[in-house]
Every structure is written in structure tokens, then in C-alpha cells.
T-cell receptor, first 114, second 112 residues
Framework: DTAVSQTPKYLVTQMGNDKSIKCEQN?????MYWYKQDSKKFLKIMFS???????INETVPNRFSPKSPDKAHLNLHINSLELGDSAVYFC?????????????FGPGTRLTVL | SQQGEEDPQALSIQEGENATMNCSYK?????LQWYRQNSGRGLVHLIL?????REKHSGRLRVTLDTSKKSSSLLITASRAADTASYFC????????????FGAGTRLFVKA
């Protein structure tokens, strides 16, 4: 019954590999996001999708490719992984309440690139 | 540089005391939100305050917003050990679509 779920929770891989992280939300929200949280806990938006369409792409290297097969899913594929990609990646979805979008976050995927 | 910056970076208090965290931002906003993150978990939304509001309450939380100073504060009253977490402010700006920008967070430690 988790609202926003991500798999895997941990991912350890070698430099140069390609990996994917999956995200699903069962809240019926139209908008989904990917964030990267670095070791200093700074949370930076990477992508935002609304009804399967890309609306925000924050100067992320094109090694990162999001895919939204439907509005409940937003997956993140990363090619040619680099050491600097090590971080915690959070998926989120949002709904609009009076005044703004409220976001619901997944539990995070801790990616370690060796 | 970041849109939102929290102050202090870390705060340690005794249970029962009040905790105040501040957030400053740079550009005009539509709203400001506070989120909480427990260690190893995702962020959880606490409260949203619109740009035309000055104060908002939710349980033991009190948020103020001063758009003239581009700052907000989060007050947690009668803190509990379970309040130990990182607290982030997030500002929503209109860039064609709304974008939410998070600060680096304040790490709050409440000692029992």
C-alpha cells in the first residue's frame, strides 16, 4: 500500500555500467519527479513529467534518460555510470492543492558507483 | 547558488524545548513549503504557506513567511525525540511550469 515506491532500494555497480531505477505511484497524481540528493543532503531536481510528458529537464547529462510509460510510472535509466553519480535518487509525485503542488516522496534508491 | 538556504545547518536541543529553523530565498515565489526527512527515508510534506499568507499553524508547527525579507521560519514547539530529522524548505517558482527548489536542510537533533 506504499504511495510512492522505488526499486531497487540499494544499487552498487561498477563505473561504465548501465542501470535503471523504477518508480511507481498509486496516488493518481499527474506529475512525477526525479531528484538527486548528494552526500551533503542537497536535493536537486532532475526531471519532471506531467501526464507522461517531460516538463522540466534540469541540465542533466544525457546519460540520464527518464521514461514514463504511463502517468503512474517514471523510470530512470543511467548509461555509462560515473563515480559522481553516486547519490540517493528520490522519485516523487505531486498533486495541486490551493496554493501549490504538494509532493510525496519515495523511500529513495542509494546508488553507489565503484 | 541555491534558491533556498536554511539556517542553522544543525540544531541540537533538549526534549520539551522549542526549535526554530529559518529559510531564506532569492527570487519571487508562489508558495513556500517545509518538508521533513528522517534518516534514510524520503521527504514528508509538513506545511505549505502561500505567498499572500504571513503565518500558518499545524499542530505543534508554526510557519511564518516574510516576502519583503524573502525569508520563512519553522517553529516546532515542545519538541520530542521523534522530531529528530532534517527539515527542508522548498520554494515554488513559476518557470513556465512550477518548479520546486529545495534548500540544503537543517539537521535537528532532539535529546531525550
Amino acid at each position: 500500500d506504499t504511495a510512492v515506491s522505488q526499486t531497487p532500494k540499494y544499487l552498487v555497480t561498477q563505473m561504465g555500467n548501465d542501470k535503471s531505477i523504477k518508480c511507481e505511484q498509486n496516488l493518481g497524481h499527474d506529475t512525477m519527479y526525479w531528484y538527486k540528493q548528494d552526500s551533503k543532503k542537497f536535493l536537486k531536481i532532475m526531471f519532471s513529467y506531467n501526464n507522461k510528458e517531460l516538463i522540466i529537464n534540469e541540465t542533466v547529462p544525457n546519460r540520464f534518460s527518464p521514461k514514463s510509460p504511463d502517468k503512474a510510472h517514471l523510470n530512470l535509466h543511467i548509461n555509462s555510470l560515473e563515480l559522481g553519480d553516486s547519490a540517493v535518487y528520490f522519485c516523487a509525485s505531486s498533486y495541486r492543492q490551493t496554493g501549490g503542488e504538494v509532493q510525496f516522496f519515495g523511500p529513495g534508491t542509494r546508488l553507489t558507483v565503484l | 547558488s541555491q534558491q533556498g538556504e536554511e539556517d542553522p545547518q544543525a540544531l541540537s536541543i533538549q526534549e520539551g524545548e522549542n526549535a526554530t529553523m529559518n529559510c531564506s530565498y532569492k527570487t519571487s515565489i508562489n508558495n513556500l513549503q517545509w518538508y521533513r526527512q528522517n534518516s534514510g527515508r524520503g521527504l514528508v510534506h509538513l506545511i505549505l504557506i502561500r505567498s499572500n499568507e504571513r503565518e500558518k499553524h499545524s499542530g505543534r508547527l508554526r510557519v511564518t513567511l516574510d516576502t519583503s525579507k524573502k525569508s520563512s521560519s519553522l517553529l516546532i514547539t515542545a519538541s520530542r525525540a521523534a522530531d529528530t530529522a532534517s527539515y527542508f524548505c522548498a520554494t515554488a517558482i513559476n518557470t513556465g511550469g512550477f518548479k520546486t527548489i529545495f534548500g540544503a536542510g537543517t539537521r535537528l537533533f532532539v535529546k531525550a
